[in-house]
Each structure stands twice: as structure tokens, then as C-alpha cells.
């Protein structure tokens, strides 16, 4: 067969720059084995850019819904129309932090070259809107061909059927074309078919990244190999580690190659890297000019408070970096530290992630104040800060022999870990003061005797007194219950 190289172009969408809709936009094309060739689009939207309203069941959550017109034309004529409506999850606040509505379209589209376009309208604001375009390509004729290539945010087995479930994976995508810093891993979906009409029974998948317009030379580290039996489809799912890898501009390559290693098809998908602060230290905030910042025009109480709630958020060296400048009590210095962080996270306008930020610590304030100090300094409100507000929580204030407690879930935290529970409680019985006693995160207080500790008023005896994790039996003790032990 002949050799080709097939380039996927990174889909570049032409947004109205008037729009408030915030969107990214993604789409991937699959060949239909038992139906027809089908078209995936991927949407994101900044929960920030559209409007949240109360529900009228149940009230006090809070929800936003964007209709999307989908166009594909073929010579400036439409030739299919789709209508979808997103919804944002439901809240607790009229103003998200963090939130975004994502979806997953699968739409049959027949072989042809096309413009798509697509058409948001915030369901709660009808002048917000914003129109998207973008050339899509479907051509798939036979032989052995490669999908294209799908960016996972990350991926799961399951039994569900859904729009984001294929091939038994659960697939969450990443919806842009630029990893930053702190993604260290590249995961990818692809299809391989056609691989059964070739004289062969197995054959190889290839795939690697390497720097733009490379040729097919790899970069060190990057490279992996799958071995697969002939079938009218081939599953691929992967991940690279770049940690490593540069700043700079480069292409993630899938090949399908034979049992001599030739080459039989590849195709390429452009992305890139980004380190903003790759060659600067965090010392190097003092060299920060703040001039005509959004720094700049915060009152010093403002500025205290958004720096001290920057805390929760900083690793080691960073705190220390911050103790210090906190001690010397500089006001410049403080604001030149602001900035400095907030530009991290956003070269572009720093004081959107700014302000989001700031909703949270504000709602922190409301709910975890007491008479030891603001709520962004307690054990909650870092917690809170830190991995975004639980899915539940459970709160025990009259069980016999523990003092008030809670315990606090998360399906998935803001850093990716699942299945989180974070056990809080008041020793001390003074209003709001609750300490973290117990967590299963990565990194947080993870205490064996925790149950131990919550009723270390009842006496213990015998058996019970031996035992270093559990507690003696008593009546109303339902702590472990709750966390999910018993």
C-alpha cells in the first residue's frame, strides 16, 4: 500500500470578537463500521461568559443553558441543520467559579468537505450570543485509515452509554491545542481501520511527538508502541508523558505500521507547549512592573486579603516566599506578588482568574468566619479554596459521645483525584471551629486512628482497646458509617 502521511489541521474557530460567550470548540471526524461516517464536536464554555438563574425546583440552585445552532454548508449553502441545548450543572450561586458547560455531539455527516458553524445563544440572555467557524473535512473510502486524533482531558472504563462513552471508555475531552505547565500528561483517542483486509494478522500502531514539521523524527521520551490483531476496528488509547518537553510548537503522530515495519498510513494533529514563568523564580516577583494593573487600584485591606488567600494555592516554597514578604509587611511588594501570580494564570488578563478567585474566598468568608479568624485561614475554607466546593456534605452537630463534625465528598476535586472525603471536627465545641482531623486526598492529613481520636471520650475495654483503627461499640456512633467504612 502506498505510503501516505495524513495532516490534521488544529482546529482554528473564527469567533465574533464582540461576543460575551466565552466557547472553545473542538470537532474529530470516525468512520461508521454498522452505520454511517459520523462528526464529534467538543464544547466548552466559560461558565463566567453567560448567565446563571435561579431554578424553580429545587431553589436554592442555581443553573445556565446555551442553545446551539449547528450549520454545515457546502458552497455558503446550509445542507444540515442541528439544534442542542447545553446545561451548566446545578449550583448554589448566580455567580460560578471554575464552572464550565461541556458537551459531546455525535452528528452523522456523509463524505464531503464543508464549512461548520456554529451558533451560541445564551438561553437566560439572548444578546449573548457568538458564532463560530471552521472548515471540516470527511473522507474516509477504504483501506486501512486512522480517525482522527481525539485529546482526552482523561478516560475511564465503563458500562454506561452515553454521548461521551465509545468502545466501553468513558471519554472527557480536552477541548485545546495548548498544554500548559502544570498538565504533565498527553492523552489521546484514535480509531484504526481496515486493518482485516490486508494479508496480515497483526500489525503495529506507532506514535510519538515530534517537533513541528519534524519528518517523522521523534523526540526522546515521547515515543510508544501497540501491538493489535487485525479487525475492522482498532481502539487507541494512550498517553505520553511531557513533563519534559519544551516550550514550543509540535505535532502528536499515529502510525500504522506492518509486520516489516513499513509504513501503511500516519496522521499528525498540531499542538503546543507553554511555560509562561518557564525561566523566571518566584523571587523574580519583585522585578514585576505593576503599573496601570488591576493591582494597582485595589485598597490595601483588598490587597491583604487576596494575597493571605493565595495560600492554599502555593506549594512549599512559595508559602515560605510569602510568609516572609507578609512579615515585612510591604504593601508594593504584596501587590507586586499579586500580580505576579495572577499573571501566571493568565498572561493574557490576569484579572479575570483574579476575580473569579476572589468570588471564592468572599464565599468562604460568609460561611466559615468564627471568633479564631476569616474563613479562608481556617481548615475549611483552605479546603474549599483548594479543591472547590464538595458535591456533598454530611454534618453531625448532637451524636452521643463526638463532638460536631462533618464530612465532606467529592466525586473528582479541581486537581483530578476522585473519590475524596475529607473528615473535619470541633474539639474545642466554640462556634465554627473545625479542624481538618482526616482525608484521602493526596498530600492532606490521613489519619488511621481518626475514628479514635472523634470519640476518644467513650472508654475503651478489652478487644476494642487493642484495636489501633477502629472504636468501641457505643450508641448513635455513626461516623464511619457516613465515611463509607462500615
Known sequence: MKKQ?????????????????????????????EQGNYIEIYVHVKGKSVAFVRLDEPEEFYQAAVDLKINFLQNEEIVNTE????????IKTATPSGIALIDVLRLPLPNGEYTLEVE?????????????????????????????????????????????VKHGYLLRPYTFDVYPSFIDKLTFYAEIYGTDAEEQDRFLVRYYIQNKDGKGEPITGTMGFKKREAAPVSVILAQIDISKLPEGEYELVVEVRDATNELLRSKALKLSRSYPFQDSEIK????????????????????????????????????YVLNQMLRKKDDLKKRKFLYYYWLRENEIDPKEPYEEYMVLVDRVNDMFTNAMGKGYRT???????????????????????????????????????????????????????????HSTARGEVNNPQWKRILYSNIPTTGRDALDGTGIPSHYGGQAGRVFGEW
Open 5 to 33: 502521511i495524513l495532516s490534521l489541521l488544529v482546529l482554528c474557530f473564527l469567533a465574533n470578537q464582540s461576543s460575551a460567550i466565552d466557547a472553545s470548540v473542538k470537532y474529530a471526524t470516525f468512520k461508521g463500521i
Open 83 to 90: 439544534n442542542y441545548t447545553m446545561q451548566s450543572p446545578k
Open 120 to 164: 451560541m445563544t445564551d438561553q437566560n440572555n439572548s444578546e449573548n450570543n457568538s458564532t463560530l467557524k471552521a472548515t471540516a473535512n470527511m473522507g474516509y473510502e477504504g483501506g486501512i485509515e486512522i480517525s482522527d486524533v481525539q485529546l482526552l482531558g482523561d478516560y475511564e472504563a465503563t458500562e454506561e452509554e452515553n454521548q461521551y
Open 284 to 319: 523574580d516577583f519583585e522585578q514585576m512592573d505593576i503599573a496601570g494593573s488591576f493591582v494597582e487600584a485595589l485598597d490595601e485591606e483588598r490587597v491583604n486579603t487576596a494575597v493571605r488567600a493565595l495560600a492554599p494555592l502555593l506549594v512549599k516554597d512559595e508559602n
Open 379 to 437: 481548615d475549611r475554607g483552605r479546603i474549599y479554596l483548594k479543591y472547590g466546593a464538595p458535591q456533598d456534605v454530611v454534618s453531625q452537630q448532637s451524636e452521643p459521645s463526638a463532638p460536631p463534625y462533618e464530612v465532606w465528598f467529592y466525586n473528582r476535586t479541581i486537581d483530578n483525584q476522585s473519590n475524596v472525603k475529607f473528615v473535619f471536627y470541633n474539639p474545642s465545641l466554640a462556634n465554627g471551629d473545625y479542624e481538618l482531623l
